[in-house]
């Protein structure tokens, strides 16, 4: 089977509108000047409305992780202090992107199953009187959903900021930058935004740019946002960023935002939980074991163990050779779940029940056993 015609059912990247698909097909544009800075500014307020912050954002051309990098590596400087909260893979990419910037993390582990505790954090950040933590939002190797707004109102009394990867997250379950008190937040284009990877648009809030600002030093120039924030005021009415930025890929996310605010943010939080009721119900219908629990679920992406006797690796083998791209576990997860995505395009049930429908038909016409 051609690549072409595999459905993906990861979680990211996702398949992209047409009307996405379009725009990056256009010829390239030059990416400053008076023909362009309209686009860009309107792609900018576009994002802020998404983001729900007044601050700075930035589109930074890199992967998710480049964000994130972005994103601690200028709130933490140079040996600054930092917790990070980690209950599953991508939590722990962000404590070893804290850790390539300072000696200074302090870590919480969580069992994977499970999300951050609001009370537990509190008394952990008092415990290493902590100015800034960092958590993930939505971890894709577990389909759990930390309380990030909860996590944020229970560390404030102690004057502590928060930082947050939305990498899986934003424009797929509510995050509010500014309204729930958080410092910067980073997220990626080929997740629930609808484009292709390339982009990791990173915003820094007021409460951020007053921890950035109180660095004695920094590292890196690129992955800095006081890089960025100089061009942004030297050069700003023509070239307001330090590198050539990808304007098609501009242009695309864009076009997906437009796309994104057309349909309503509380409308999409909706699709995607629907998404997600319709692939719970249906796993554990054919007996699959969840991951996370209901209460804590995410609805960007679902973990599940198969039944009992089927070989995780053998079953996502013969989704492929039925159109479904779907993925599995990750580090202690590995070989033991598949990994399903409902972000964005994905994130409609009956795409959902089209893949509960052939995982059935994979189940009944037989897939090897687990490997001891």
């Known amino acids: 089977m051609d690549a072409h015609d595999i459905e993906l059912l990861i979680p990211g990247p996702i398949p992209v509108s047409d009307e996405v698909l379009e725009v990056m097909g256009h010829q390239v544009e030059q ?38 990098d972005t994103m601690v590596g200028s709130l933490v400087g140079a040996d600054g202090r930092v917790g990070v909260i980690t ?29 951050a505790e609001p009370d537990d954090v509190r008394r952990w950040v008092r415990t290493h009187k902590l100015p800034l933590i960092a958590v993930v939002h939505s971890d894709t190797s577990t389909g759990v959903l930390n309380p990030v707004r909860e996590i944020a109102a229970a560390v404030k009394a102690e004057g502590v900021a928060v930082a947050v990867d939305a990498v899986s997250s934003l424009a797929g379950t509510p995050l509010e930058t500014d309204g729930w008190g958080l410092a910067a937040v980073s997220t990626a284009s080929q997740k629930c935004l609808e484009t292709p990877p390339g982009l990791a648009p990173v915003a820094i809030t007021k409460i951020g740019w007053e921890i ?71 796993l554990e219908h054919l007996g699959f074991r ?15 163990y198969p039944p009992a006797g089927v070989d995780a690796t053998a079953l996502i083998s013969s989704m492929r050779a ?38 059935e038909t994979c189940l009944r016409e037989g897939v090897p056993a687990r490997r001891a």
């Open 31 to 68: 990416h400053y000047g008076p023909d362009w800075m309209p686009q860009y500014e309107r792609f900018i307020a576009r994002l802020r409305r998404v983001f729900l912050t007044a601050g700075s954002l930035y589109p930074i051309p890199a992967s998710g992780s480049g964000g994130i």
């Open 87 to 115: 209950n599953g893979f991508f939590g722990n990419r962000v404590v070893e992107i804290a850790r390539s910037y300072s000696r200074n993390v302090e870590v919480l582990d969580v069992p994977w199953n499970r999300p």
């Open 322 to 359: 039925r159109g479904f791209a779907i993925s599995g576990g990750l580090e202690q997860l590995a070989g033991k779940v598949i990994r399903i995505g409902h972000l964005g395009t994905q994130a409609h049930p009956e795409i959902m029940r089209r893949a509960v429908e052939a995982l």
């Open 290 to 304: 969840l991951f996370a629990e209901p209460q804590f679920a995410s609805p960007t992406v679902t973990v599940a």
């Open 212 to 282: 950035v600002d109180r660095q004695p030093a920094s590292h890196g120039w690129y992955l800095n946002v006081r890089t960025w924030r100089r061009f942004e005021r030297e050069w700003g009415a023509h070239h307001p960023y330090p590198v050539t930025i990808p304007s098609n890929l501009i242009l695309a996310l864009d076009r997906a935002l437009q796309r994104i605010l057309d349909e309503g943010l509380e409308k999409r939080f909706e699709r995607h939980r629907r998404a997600q009721a319709a692939l719970r119900e249906g």
